[in-house]
């Protein structure tokens, strides 16, 4: 999304007229990408979509604890079928690429710029709508009525950062964009400080609205790039199995399985997957700012809670090291967190419930040591899904499915052991020894 200080400098939006505006109908667009585009409409399903006024144009955003797609009836009406369907894959992709959350850079407009410039080389031009920042491509032409409104900063600011766009070349990354961008200091002070105008000079900018990409807290963006990163992995799969991906080529495809395919530490899949299982709090503030009413209202602040359940597997298999290996990573999460942990075997040992809340956390130990069903934690933990967000279960593996679960579920599978015939879009977490430094 732009920033309020910058969108004024925004070509001006068309929009459409009332009639139009009233009519216009985001769901048969997400049907007609059910349709055609499989893969955007996965990861539109993970989205809220939520229509408002408050912002010109469109844009993604990671807000309490949930992925959000604002979007303005009146921008969107004033497009073109196909633009509306490119702006929707342009949102996507900011999702798929993590511009929204882990991949920010400074100055960020310019990297707002960089981020746009690398999105819109994967979508056909004629799906963008007026005001994409595209590769190789220089601004259209200022108009007699835009030059009036326009002085001679104004007008050398533009063709300055057109000049420069023209100059490059498709498909690179946006970190190679944002280089290049930041190298020209005249485009690079034309972008971070354009010249005042009236709102209608017709100075370039993104077409849709980055605004909040750099206020969310380290715990924001952990939760929202996990839940992103879940929604991509599953995406590609369906895709894969189905052998159907729509209008996205090869290319494009190799880029994306990039993106997920990079080995994570098994501690940080842990780490997404309890704060994919928070839930948002928001209470009132009178020690914050109300930032509609300032003064009149108490602001708010927000926080996030969970309760997880861990399901200790007593096989043999699963040995004192690594129960230890787990325990002192549940140690650190155990911080903003309360875990109750159970051993199990064949049935779950409710006598050995311990919570752990604020860091305390109790020593490694055992109850059980009989054989492994999956059965007995899954149907422990859906009777108790009142009182818990989601529940781990550390095994081996070497039991048979257990079926659906009602209640999110995460393996943490010990180094020697492997996982059988599984729920795909379960999260499964590999553990792995760490090395003597």
Known sequence: MADKGTSNELAPVTTADEAAIKNFDLDKFLVKLQLEEPFFCKILRKVTKVKTN??????????????????????LA???????????????????????????????????Y?????????????????????????????????????????????NAISAKIATFPKGEASEWYFARL??????????????????????????????????????????????????????VKECDKKGHWGSIPAE?????????????????????????????????????????????HSGHKRGYTSS???????????????????FGELRNLAKSTEFVTYHFDTEVDEKSEAVWRNGKTPETHRTRCGGTCFKA??????????????????????????????LKRGWVVTTGGELQDFMEREVKIKMKERKAS
Not at 379 to 406: C, E, Q, V
């Open 377 to 406: 934690p899954s149907i422990h933990a859906n009777k108790n899904k009142h009182r818990f967000d989601g529940y781990l279960i550390l095994t081996d593996g070497y039991a048979p499915n257990p079926g659906h679960s009602r």
């Open 78 to 112: 004033s497009l073109t079928p196909k633009q509306v369907i490119g702006l929707l894959k342009h949102e996507c992709y900011h999702l798929v690429f993590e511009h929204t959350t882990t991949r920010r850079h400074d100055p960020h407009v310019v990297w707002n």
């Open 54 to 75: 408050a912002i010109p144009t469109a844009g993604v955003l990671a807000s309490d604890g949930d992925i959000k797609m604002w979007w303005n009836p009146a921008f």
């Open 252 to 296: 494009t495809r190799g880029k994306i399985r990039e993106a997920i395919s990079k080995e994570i530490p098994w501690e940080m899949i842990l780490k997404q997957f309890v704060g994919m299982s928070r839930r948002a709090k928001r209470s009132t503030s009178r020690m914050r700012l109300n930032k509609k009413y300032p003064g009149i």
């Open 182 to 235: 930041m190298e020209d200091e005249a485009v690079k002070e034309a972008i971070t400080n354009p010249a005042k105008g009236d709102g209608s000079s017709g100075m370039p900018g993104n077409m849709d609205d980055h605004e909040g990409w750099g206020d969310m807290s380290d715990e924001e963006r952990e939760i929202a790039r996990g839940k992103i990163r879940q929604a991509v992995d599953e995406a």
């Open 308 to 326: 997880i359940a861990v399901y200790i597997d007593q096989s043999g298999s699963v040995s004192n090291d690594e129960l230890s290996l787990l």
């Open 114 to 158: 960089a981020a746009d410039l690398a999105i819109n080389s994967l979508i056909p031009e004629i799906e963008l709508p007026k005001g994409g920042l595209i590769p190789g491509k220089a601004f259209d032409a200022l108009t007699e009525e835009q030059l009036e409104k326009m002085d001679s900063n104004q007008i050398n600011q533009f």
